[in-house]
């Protein structure tokens, strides 16, 4: 049987404890809250202090950085870093290999396609009526997404 508390070391030499998801068996901080419906991929990491809601799904490599909040029913796909701050609104959609920096914002429905970089600050957001439809289902085909500097 696995275990369900793993310690790691990080590059300071501190030891960080985290316990195994039973929803897909990622790494996740005891002081993150994660939803029993989000399945987290078992090389995924959740930092401390992250929030992940409903039906979110955690690639395989991602690692969703300290004080993150992912809303429901959202994809975050492998290789993804969600910088320090994030906020991740609901439905939304990220690709492979994504980096986003510090405290963006990306909000309901919005997509970020593979091998994008999202600059720490940015806001990304959907406009329009569709924007009201995300919170509740897939993001809609050709949405208008607008990008702004914080």
Not at 1 to 20: C, N, P, S
Not at 37 to 45: L, R
Not at 100 to 111: P, T, V
Request: glycine letters at 14%; aromatic letters at 4%.
């Amino acid at each position: 049987m696995a275990r369900r508390i793993e310690e790691l070391e990080d590059e300071t030499g501190a030891v960080i404890k985290y316990r195994r998801h039973a929803n897909g068996r990622g790494l996740v901080s005891p002081s993150a809250r994660v939803a029993e419906s989000a399945h987290i991929e078992p090389s995924a990491y959740v930092e401390a202090d992250a929030r992940i809601g409903l039906d979110v799904y955690i690639g395989a490599g991602s690692w969703i950085d300290s004080g993150v909040t992912i809303g429901d029913r959202t994809f975050v796909g492998a290789n993804v870093h969600v910088g320090k701050g994030c906020i991740v609104g609901s439905g939304v959609r990220i690709g492979s290999n994504v980096k986003i920096g510090e405290n963006a914002m990306i909000g309901n429905g919005a997509r970020v396609e593979r091998d994008e970089q999202v600059p720490a600050g940015t806001v990304i957001e959907l406009r329009g009526a569709a924007a009201a439809r995300a919170a509740l289902s897939a993001p809609p085909r050709g949405a208008r997404l607008t990008r702004r500097a914080a």
